[in-house]
């Protein structure tokens, strides 16, 4: 129901642009939000919006150099990532939350198949 991409790899201090497009019945009824889990870590939250896109939420690590965004026209979520660290590298999943704010304590109903992001120092 939704599908990453936009990842790759990418030198410390670039920039990526991850996208994540769901079916318009999931999206229109859904806050959205990015996780990440790094090889041997737990997933962890990232970055959320809600539903119309009005308030936005980030992880302290990535506040400053991650930016959330959607287009509801689109049904497209996205996170910019600027300033990219080696630390930033993992598997990023986007989700939707149909019941929340998408913010860190949010439950995800929908979850995509994730894209890796690499960074080398």
């Known amino acids: 129901d939704l599908v990453e991409s936009g990842g790759g790899l990418v030198q410390a201090g670039g920039s990526l642009r991850l996208s994540c497009e769901a079916s318009?019945?999931?999206?229109?009824?859904?806050?959205m939000t990015w996780l990440r889990q790094a090889p041997g870590k737990e997933r962890e939250f990232v970055a959320g919006?809600?539903?119309?896109?009005?308030?936005?939420y980030y992880a302290d690590s990535v506040k400053g150099r991650f930016t959330i965004s959607r287009d509801n026209a689109k049904n497209t979520v996205y996170l910019h990532l600027n300033y990219l660290k080696p630390e930033d590298t993992a598997v990023y999943y986007c989700a939707a939350d149909t019941d929340g704010i998408g913010a860190r304590f949010s439950t995800w109903e929908y979850w995509g198949q994730g894209t890796q992001v690499t960074v080398s120092s």
């Open positions: 318009e019945r999931t999206f229109r009824s859904s806050a």
């Open positions: 919006i809600t539903r119309s896109g009005g308030s936005t």
